[in-house]
C-alpha cells in the first residue's frame, strides 16, 4: 500500500498509536504530500497495512476530521479536506499564512499582529556593534546557547525585575515561536495534555499539537493546575483578549503548578506592551517560583523580523533544549544577537515610545469600530496588539471569509480556541498606521452590511498567526 510506505517509521516514539498515526498523517497533509481530495485506504485496509488494530485507524481519522483535515462520508470513504473546509487552517487559506508567504497589497493586515517597520533604534543598534564585530577571532559562531553578552543582558533584565537569574539560565532562540516549538519538543511526548488557557496565542497551541500532545483547557488566568503534563498561560496582555492576571492570581497559578508538579510556562512576549498611564503589570510569575518557564521576544516590542527570543528555566532544562537546538540549526545570528543585547540597554525608553503608538492606534480603532459598527462589542484593552471582538450573530470564520473579501485579513475565533468555543468571536490588531486602520473599519463596515451567516457554523481549526 502506498500510503503506508509513505507514512515511514510513524510509530517510533512513544504514546498511543492512534496519535503518533494522526500526528504523521497531518504533516503529508500540512506538506502538501496528500492533497485535497486524496482519497484515504478505508480503515481495515491501512489497518492491515500497518499491522495495528481497527481501532487505532479509526482514531486517527477521528482526530483529524475535528482539525478539519479530512472528511469522513458514508458511501464515499475518508478524503483529504478540500479548500472549502479548511477556512482557518494553517495553509494558504489562513488570513495570518496569506499574508506571510503571499502578501497583497491590496489587503489590510489585521490577522497578523506586528510592527510592520523596524525603528530607527534598530539601525544605531546595528551600527554600534560593528566594532565588536570586527574584534571577534577565534570563534566560530555557532552558539547553541545563545552569544554570552545577549544571555547576560537578558539575566540582568530578569534580575532587575525580581527574577534572580544567571546567564546559564538563559536559551536564545530564533524569536518566541521557536521557543516554544523547542519546549513542545523537550517537554512533551504523544498523548499529553497540556492545559492552556481558551482562547489562547494560537501559535502555541500548533506547537504543542506537533508534538502530539492535546490541549486541555480553562479560563482566561488557567485557575487550579492539575492532570496536565505542562501549563501554558500569557500572564500580562494575554493574546487575544489583553487581559493581565493580579498578583494575587499568579500566587496560585504557580503554587497550584508546584503542588500537581506541572511545569509552568509563562509566555511573556507581549509583557513589555502594557500603555503608558496603566498600573503596571505584577511581577513575572518566575517571581513566585524560579522553576516557571518564561518566554520572551523582542519582536513584538522592536520588529519581527529581529528574530530573537529567549528562554528562561532552570539550567537543567536549558542544558537539554540547547541540545535540540543544536540539531536544528546549531545556534542563532550572532549580529542579530549582539544588536538585540545593545537594543535591551535601551529598551525602557523604546518601550516608552512604542506603547504611546499602540495606545493611540487602539483608541482608533476602538473609536472607528464602535462608530461604524456599534452592535458590535468590543472590549477595551489596556496594553497588548489586539481585540477580541464579540459578533451579535453568525460566526467568525465566515465573517472573516468576507472581510478577506472585502480586503481585510482578521482571524475567526475559533481557531484561537482548542475547546471549539468562541465561534463569535474575531481577533483583530491595531498594530498598523492609524490611516489604515480607519480605512478598514470603513471595509469591515461594509463587510458588515451585507453580511449573512451560514445555516451552521462552518467548521474551525486553529490557524497559524503572530
Not at 16 to 32: E, Q, S, V
Amino acid at each position: 500500500m502506498e500510503l503506508a510506505d509513505r507514512l515511514g517509521r510513524w510509530s517510533a516514539d512513544r504514546g498511543p498509536l492512534y496519535l503518533l498515526l494522526a500526528r504523521r498523517l497531518r504533516t503529508l497533509i500540512d506538506d502538501g504530500e496528500l492533497r485535497a481530495g486524496t482519497l484515504l485506504p478505508p480503515d481495515r485496509a491501512l489497518a492491515k497495512a500497518l499491522a495495528v488494530g481497527r481501532s487505532t485507524v479509526v482514531a486517527a481519522y477521528d482526530l483529524l476530521v475535528t482539525e478539519s483535515r479530512v472528511v469522513r462520508r458514508q458511501g464515499s470513504g475518508t478524503r483529504v479536506a478540500g479548500p472549502e473546509a479548511l477556512p482557518a487552517r494553517e495553509s494558504t487559506h489562513s488570513p495570518a499564512f496569506l499574508q506571510l508567504l503571499e502578501p497583497d497589497a491590496e489587503v489590510i493586515a489585521l490577522a497578523c499582529a506586528a510592527p510592520t517597520a523596524p525603528p530607527p533604534e534598530l539601525t544605531r543598534a546595528y551600527r554600534r556593534i560593528l566594532p565588536e564585530l570586527t574584534a571577534v577571532d577565534g570563534d566560530i559562531g555557532y552558539h547553541p546557547t545563545g552569544y554570552l553578552p545577549l544571555r547576560t543582558a537578558i539575566a540582568d533584565r530578569y534580575r532587575a525585575r525580581g527574577v534572580p537569574t544567571d546567564p546559564e539560565q538563559i536559551l536564545v532562540t530564533g524569536g518566541g515561536q521557536q521557543a516554544l516549538s523547542l519546549l513542545a519538543r523537550v517537554l512533551l511526548r504523544p498523548g499529553d495534555r497540556v492545559l492552556v488557557e481558551a482562547p489562547t496565542y494560537p501559535g502555541a497551541l500548533e506547537a504543542f499539537r506537533e508534538a502530539g500532545a492535546v490541549p486541555r483547557t480553562a479560563p482566561v488566568g488557567l485557575g487550579k493546575v492539575d492532570a496536565a503534563a505542562l501549563a501554558y498561560v500569557v500572564a500580562t496582555c494575554q493574546n487575544p483578549t489583553g487581559a493581565v492576571l493580579s498578583a494575587p492570581a499568579r500566587r496560585f497559578l504557580v503554587e497550584s503548578a508546584r503542588k500537581s508538579g506541572v511545569a509552568l510556562i509563562d509566555d511573556e512576549v507581549l509583557a513589555d506592551l502594557t500603555f503608558p498611564g496603566t498600573e503596571p503589570p505584577p511581577p513575572p510569575l518566575a517571581h513566585y517560583d524560579p522553576s516557571v518557564i518564561s518566554v520572551g521576544s523582542l519582536s513584538k516590542i522592536v520588529w519581527g523580523g529581529l528574530r530573537v527570543g529567549w528562554v528562561r528555566a532552570p539550567v537543567a532544562l536549558i542544558s537539554r533544549l540547547a541540545r535540540a537546538r543544536a540539531v536544528h540549526d546549531l545556534g542563532g545570528d550572532i549580529p542579530a544577537q549582539l544588536a538585540a543585547a545593545r537594543l535591551l540597554d535601551d529598551l525602557d525608553g523604546l518601550r516608552g515610545l512604542i506603547t504611546q503608538q499602540r495606545k493611540e492606534t487602539h483608541d482608533v480603532l476602538v473609536n472607528e469600530l464602535a462608530t461604524r459598527l456599534p452592535d458590535w462589542e468590543i472590549p477595551a484593552v489596556s496594553g497588548g496588539q489586539t481585540l477580541w471582538i464579540r459578533l451579535p450573530y453568525g460566526d467568525g470564520t465566515s465573517f472573516a471569509q468576507r472581510a478577506l473579501r472585502h480586503g481585510v485579513a482578521i482571524l475567526p475565533g475559533a481557531g484561537l480556541d482548542a475547546s471549539g468555543g468562541s465561534i463569535d468571536r474575531i481577533r483583530i490588531s491595531f498594530v498598523a498606521d492609524p490611516a489604515e486602520l480607519r480605512e478598514a473599519a470603513r471595509r469591515l463596515a461594509r463587510a458588515w452590511r451585507g453580511y449573512r451567516p451560514p445555516e451552521r457554523p462552518a467548521p474551525a481549526a486553529p490557524p497559524l498567526a503572530v
